[in-house]
Each structure stands twice: as structure tokens, then as C-alpha cells.
């Protein structure tokens, strides 16, 4: 039985993982979250304290490391959470035989194409403007929006820092806009909205990608006609594909 011990679990995608793997006999859940959780085996923690970090991750075999501060939060809590928790993780991973990390990036690591021609004209809508078909953002690209976009950015680097120095496989995924109601609510989603199923389909394929896939940067959207955001790496070294799109939703 693989142990699975996953950070923020009382987020909104770490409740749609837990449920999506709960019935999974094959794992066994763990969570790591500042508040307790009813009906599962919870390990009341800060990321920030990496002593009772480092204890948490004895026998655990992948972490799905979700906990986060969100865009809009001070630059302290990204600090704290983002940047230094962030590495907690990973460290406490390295000291305790973690075999791999599966870290809760964002495409907020590169929106700031959003601001370029064509990219704009997707996320604002303006679709009459788009006269040949566009080149994909590869999931290489770095171009940060705001301070939470570069803490991830952060977070991908230093994961290829432990993957490099320790063997530890690091998979970054480049979360597009999960939704309480599932379903996009601006115009940019139409773009880069992300179903639940997709998101949980792509963090199970995570934790049974094959070993020697050491570290690796991947964009998780849905299947979104007005998308930007290179899918194909996610394809092919993850054997994912969506199954829904924000299409079915625009008039």
C-alpha cells in the first residue's frame, strides 16, 4: 500500500483529491493541515514548523504538496507559506526517503503572456481579433504574474534543485482556474478553466507516473478550444488527457 500524505487538504482541490482517492485501496491517506480534519487521518501542522514537518513525512512514500496562500495575500504570509514552507516540504521529503513530490504549481507562473498579442485576445474574449492559429506557451516559459505567480516559480525551481542533488522525482503542475462551481465565471477561463475531474485525473496520474520521471513542469488544463497553454508534455510524460472543456459552457 503506497502512503499518500497531502498538504492543505481542506482546500477545495485537496477535498476533490481526497475524494477521488479515498476509495482507492491501493493508497493510504494522510493529511497534513494547519486545522483538523474529520474522518481521516490528520497530522495537526504549520508547514512552516519543519521539525513536526519532518516527523509527518516518516514512511510516506508521495507528497502532494497543495497548501498555498492564495494571489492577494501580504507578502509575509507568501513568504512564510509559498517561499519557506515550500521548502520544508521538500527538505523534510529529502531527510525521510520521500521517493517523489507532486508540487501545486500555478499558470500564474506564466500569465504574463495574458499581456501579449494573441494571448490577450484569448483570455479578454476579443476572438474576432485571431486570424491564424496561435503558438502554445511550453511549459519551460517563465513569465510570473504578481508575487504568487513567482513564488511558484519558486517552488518549480527548487524542486529541480532536490530532484538534481538528492534523486528526489519532483512533478510541478501548472494548475489552471479550479472553481468551487465548477464552471468559468470570467471570460479568461475560457481559456484556462480546469475541470474537477481533470484536476484529480492529473494528480492521480502524477502519483503513478513512472519512476525514472525525476522532474518535469506540466500545464493542467481542461480542453479548452481557447486555451494557450502546451498540453502535450502533460500527454506524454503523464499519459493524462482532459476530459472536459469550458466550450460547453460558452454560448
Not at 486545522?35 to 507528497?63: H, M, P, R, Y
Not at 474576432?128 to 504568487?148: E, F, H, R
Request: net charge neutral; proline share 4%; charged share 20%.
Amino acid at each position: 500500500m503506497k502512503r499518500i500524505l497531502i498538504t492543505g487538504m481542506s482546500g477545495l482541490i485537496g477535498q476533490l483529491v481526497y475524494n477521488n482517492l479515498k476509495n482507492n485501496s491501493d493508497y493510504e491517506l494522510i493529511a497534513l493541515n494547519r486545522s483538523k480534519l474529520q474522518n481521516v487521518n490528520c497530522i495537526q501542522a504549520d508547514i512552516n514548523n519543519q521539525e513536526k514537518v519532518t516527523a509527518a513525512f516518516e514512511g510516506i512514500d508521495t507528497v502532494v504538496h497543495l497548501a498555498a496562500q492564495l494571489p492577494g495575500a501580504s507578502w509575509d504570509s507568501m513568504l512564510k507559506t509559498n517561499l519557506e514552507g515550500t521548502y520544508n516540504i521538500y527538505e523534510a521529503s529529502r531527510i525521510q526517503g520521500v521517493k517523489r513530490v507532486i508540487f501545486a504549481s500555478s499558470g500564474d507562473a506564466a500569465r504574463g503572456w495574458d499581456n501579449e498579442e494573441p494571448y490577450n485576445w484569448l483570455t479578454e474574449g476579443e476572438y474576432n481579433k485571431i486570424k491564424s492559429p496561435w503558438k502554445m506557451v511550453p511549459p519551460t516559459d517563465v513569465w510570473p504574474k504578481g508575487i504568487y505567480g513567482a513564488s511558484k516559480v519558486w517552488g518549480e525551481a527548487i524542486g529541480r534543485h532536490f530532484s538534481d542533488e538528492y534523486s528526489l522525482s519532483v512533478i510541478c503542475l501548472r494548475i489552471g482556474a479550479v472553481l468551487p462551481e465548477n464552471k468559468p465565471n470570467l471570460t479568461r477561463h475560457y481559456s484556462t478553466w480546469l475541470s474537477h475531474n481533470d484536476i484529480t485525473s492529473a494528480i492521480s496520474k502524477s502519483i503513478t507516473a513512472p519512476d525514472d520521471l525525476k522532474f518535469g513542469i506540466f500545464f493542467v488544463n481542461s480542453n479548452n478550444k481557447w486555451n494557450y497553454r502546451d498540453l502535450n508534455p502533460t500527454r506524454k510524460h503523464l499519459n493524462w488527457d482532459s476530459i472536459d472543456t469550458a466550450d460547453k459552457f460558452q454560448d
